[in-house]
């Protein structure tokens, strides 16, 4: 069943109410609403059609508005929720109102009205309008059923409205009627003196001012960003025509709100001073619609919207592409990682595009000395003579550092005489066997490395075995000469200690010479149908060379001296068992240390010529007797650490040897891979007298070449 | 107070000292200055009017006394745009003054009573009632040293004296009520002031209309 509330009721506060129930305890809970309704709802009429009802609705947070009504509600429609029609036309829904005697109930209450005034305001701060409307009371709605009175103060009478527009139902208060600063109370009345007022139609005419939206709205392109995506204008205004501005009357401040073409969001910006704002980042080819109102400042209330503007840019003709901007910086990147990385690696790239070809290169053997063509030289340093160095250590590898080498036969001889010192020089001319060169064949150029008081004698393998080298080499001839089976006679003479010297000197002088005959380049004449090669050595170059070489030696050697490096104990080693005594000596040892730089192998093979020559000179000087003073040439004995050890010229003019053939039979390699020709038979047994690594006896080769596994075997 | 106005003396002093040893700073621009100040007064005055009226208890309003009881309505000031306009530059420049006097006094108090609010309503009331008074002071030394320029008529003074005593009011809704009454009276005379230090930069830029 449908019932209406007839009317609503305003009050100031709750509480009042409350009070006002209390009041009446007495009453029944129907009575005292009853009373409250009529209380609340005086100027209503009721529909009293079973129990009155009345709900308190909460509309804003300082009023309260009470609906009043009456009539029966069916118990189905309990629990649903109020909704309540204001005077304003729009349903209020109050889910929350309480209810006195009922639960919420649903239904449409068309709550009546009175005169009110809807609206008053002012656009210049000058004049101002007040609209009014009847309400639901209907009758008042012809034109002067009701009036407007004003009055500024509380106790000026109320005047009348000066300017009716009653199409409107407007009250116009020009600026003669116009206070600001002041209070208006505004009012309406009927016909039959009912008036209509309410404390809210009091008001300041400022504080009313809406001012009218600005005027002239246009826009100009700012700047466009550097890819066209994106640009910037400024929209300009003009104030509006009613507010005074250029006196100073009014100051405004705008609202600029703009929006995409197809969104319904406005974006707000707000404007303080100034009648420009600048818009930044639109988007190219979008269209935007902008407009403006206008309030007074530190004020609230705006004014209406202008007319909107619509901003769009055509497509920019300036336009760039982002792509080549994006390709060209692309590549550059690469090309800059590129070269950095070719500059990183810029030695491993080298090796890889440019591998090193291999240069014929021989160790020792400076390449200028190719190009100067000192044949002799290189011969010598071919030979071995300062290749020793770096030749044998390669013998030595598998073999432990052995002190002392002690030649059996020499051990009757150590045993006695001579003592410690002979014991020493048999050492000496002993040498070195142990450590593994039995192709020295027991030369005495090996250095007795054993002395006891000298350790640095030792020394390392490679000074030795540059020792032992430069005493196998007593002349830039080939170490091949002194492998030849001669030798072992040769040493064999050394232990027996007393060989004739003499014939040794003898033989020494002649036998470089011999041995200078061969070198280690032999020209090839002629190749044999059995595959043997015909050599033709060329001696008569080298003769030359080493004779001319021997003039200048003696003040080289003092320099060259410096260079070596061997200990001067060695030296003093080498002079001790030499100096005093024993002309079997015969040589002068002359400490040379190894220098495993191609120009020291030139400076010793320098050495080695000077020494040689003095051990010549001395030799033959000393060999007025059976012993042989044994001169040291031990130039910087006591200054430098290396002098010169100058392999007597004995072991090798120990023998003379027949002159080698055109071809020989290559018949082992030497510690120096020299080739040694083929020995001739009887004086194969006499390498038993090298101690411990006898040459192993060959097997004549009927060809003259060997192959690599023969070679092998023929390696000592 | 009383330091800031030795202060403010002091440098207004040095300042017209300065001033006539070189060239004066013009009018406009102090009318512009002056103005500006003006500005931020009331704008900070209607932010705290609308900040108590949301903390104002419901009925509040019924109780509060009608605006003309302000104790500065006695002075007679233009009402209208005609009138404002009509008014001569020192008559403005002495109401103007006059206004802003009268308000010094009561606005300590409002800033001494504004600690015994209720916490909800405190907030930011005391802060801006530091900021009210900071600025008062600053305008009223800036139109000392303006109506020395503007003529005699502009020293003119009018007293108006604040009858309301320290205390606000008995209790709390009282004192919320009579709180809120004097600051809308305070806004509304800010209001005037702001407009006719307008109106007088208006006028004394006339040669650069884009300063109105």
């Known amino acids: 069943m449908s019932y209406q509330a007839l009317g609503h009721g305003r009050l100031g506060s709750r509480p009042c109410l409350s009070q006002h129930i209390q009041r009446a305890p007495h009453l029944s809970a129907i009575e005292q609403l009853k009373r409250h309704n009529q209380l609340l709802c005086p100027a209503l009429s009721w529909l009293m059609v079973q129990q009155p009802f009345s709900y308190p609705v909460a509309l804003s947070r300082q009023s309260w508005r009470y609906i009043c009504g009456g009539g029966a509600i069916s118990p189905s429609a309990k629990g649903k929720s109020l909704r309540v029609a204001s005077s304003a036309g729009s349903s209020v829904s109050s889910p929350g109102a309480p209810a006195r005697l009922w639960d919420r109930v649903t239904t449409t209450l068309t709550a009546p009205s009175s005169p009110h005034f809807t609206a008053c305001v002012s656009r210049d701060q000058a004049t101002f309008r007040c609209w009014w409307s009847e309400g639901s009371f209907h009758n008042l709605s012809q034109p002067g059923a009701l009036r407007v009175f004003y009055r500024y103060k509380k106790n000026s009478p109320w005047k009348e409205c000066p300017e009716y527009i009653h199409s409107n139902k407007e009250c116009f208060f020009d600026s003669n009627h116009t206070t600001i600063w002041t209070s208006c109370c505004v009012q309406l009345r009927s016909h039959d003196n009912v008036t209509y007022f309410n404390t809210e139609h009091c008001f300041s005419v400022e504080n009313i001012v809406r001012p009218d939206p600005p ?11 550097p890819y066209g995506l994106h640009y910037d204008v400024i929209v300009t205004w003009d104030p509006p025509a009613s507010a005074d501005v250029s006196m100073g009357w009014m100051s405004l401040a705008y609202e600029v709100q703009y929006r995409r073409w197809n969104s319904s969001e406005w974006t707000v910006v707000e404007v303080q001073g100034g009648t420009q704002q600048t818009l930044y980042g639109l988007n190219v080819e979008e269209e935007y619609e902008v407009h403006i109102r206008s309030r007074m400042k530190a004020f609230t ?142 030369l005495s150029h090996t250095l007795s490395f054993c002395d006891e008081d000298d350790d640095s004698v030792v020394g390392d393998p490679p000074d030795q075995d540059a020792l032992l080298a430069l005493l196998t080499t007593p002349s830039p001839s080939p170490t091949s000469a002194l492998l030849l089976p001669g030798q072992p006679e040769l040493k064999q003479g050394f232990p027996g200690g007393r060989d004739p010297d003499p014939s040794l000197a003898h033989d020494g002088a002649p036998r470089p010479q011999a041995w200078l005959n061969t070198d280690f380049y032999a020209q090839v004449s002629d190749v044999m149908p059995s595959g043997g090669v015909v050599l033709s050595p060329g001696q008569q170059l080298r003769a030359q060379e080493s004779t001319a070489a021997r003039e200048g030696q003696k003040e080289k050697e003092e320099e060259e001296a410096k260079k070596k490096k061997l200990g001067a104990q060695i030296e003093g080693e080498g002079k001790d068992p030499v100096g005093d005594e024993e002309p079997e000596q015969q040589f002068q040892l002359v400490v040379m240390a190894a220098d495993p730089v191609g120009d020291g192998y030139t400076t010793d093979a320098m050495n080695w010529q000077t020494g040689v020559v003095n051990g010549y000179h001395t030799l033959p000087a000393e060999s007025a007797g059976d012993v042989i003073a044994p001169s040291v040439a031990v130039k910087s004995a006591e200054d430098y650490q290396p002098s010169y050890i100058l392999p007597d010229a004995s072991p090798p003019p120990a023998r003379y040897l027949p002159p080698v053939s055109d071809y020989t039979i290559v ?30 006896p060959l097997t004549p080769m009927p060809v003259g070449y060997i192959t690599p596994d023969l070679l092998g075997s023929i390696t000592p | 107070m009383a330091d800031r ?37 009331h704008s900070i005055s209607t932010s705290l009017t609308h900040h108590m009226d949301s903390h104002l208890p419901s009925g509040g309003r019924l109780l509060m006394p009608r605006p003309n009881m302000c104790h500065t309505s006695s002075l007679q000031t233009p009402n209208d745009k005609e009138q404002t306009l009509s008014v001569s530059e020192a008559e403005l420049m002495s109401l103007a003054r006059s206004l802003l006097q009268a308000w010094v006094h009561p606005l300590l108090i409002l800033s001494q009573e504004s ?50 005593g320290p205390n606000l009011g008995e209790d709390n809704p009282s004192k919320l009520v009579n709180f809120h009454f004097l600051l809308s009276c305070f806004r509304r005379d800010s209001h005037k002031i702001d407009s ?14 884009e300063s109105c």
């Open chain 1, 215 to 225: 005027v002239a709205v246009n826009w100009t392109l700012l700047g466009v960003s």
């Open chain 1, 301 to 442: 209330k705006f004014g209406g919207y202008s007319d909107s503007i619509f901003i769009q840019l055509a497509n920019y003709p300036g336009r760039e592409s982002i792509f080549p901007v994006a390709l060209v910086l692309g590549i550059l990147a690469v090309v800059i990682l590129l070269m950095l990385l070719l500059f990183s690696q810029q030695q491993r790239l080298i090796l890889l595009l440019l591998p090193p070809v291999p240069t014929p290169k021989i160790k020792g053997i400076d390449s200028e000395m190719l190009k100067k063509g000192k044949f002799e030289e290189l011969n010598f340093i071919l030979s071995g003579g300062g290749m020793g160095s770096s030749c044998t250590p390669l013998f030595y590898q598998d073999e432990p550092l052995v002190d002392c080498i002690e030649l059996d036969p020499l051990d009757p001889a150590d045993a006695g005489d001579k003592g410690g010192q002979s014991s020493e020089a048999q050492r000496l001319i002993g040498g070195r066997q142990a450590s593994g060169r039995p192709t020295v064949g027991g």
């Open chain 1, 667 to 696: 018949q082992e390699v030497d510690y120096q891979h020299s080739l040694i020709l083929n020995p001739p038979p009887p004086q194969a047994p006499a390498h038993q007298c090298l101690p411990q690594h006898p040459v192993k």
């Open chain 2, 115 to 164: 600690r015994s609010l209720p916490a909800a309503a405190q907030g930011l009331v005391s802060t801006r009632l530091l900021e009210l008074l900071d600025h008062a002071s600053s305008l009223q030394d800036g139109l000392d040293v303006l109506s020395s320029k503007m003529g005699p008529a502009s020293q003119y003074l009018s007293y108006l004296p604040y009858h309301g």
């Open chain 2, 5 to 41: 106005r030795s202060q403010g003396t002091s440098v207004c002093l040095t300042v017209l000292s300065i001033m006539a040893a070189c060239q004066a700073v013009p009018v406009s621009d102090l009318l512009d200055r002056a103005s500006q100040r003006s500005d931020t007064l």
């Open chain 2, 196 to 209: 006719f230090l307008k109106v007088l930069r208006c006028r004394a830029a006339k040669s650069r209309p």
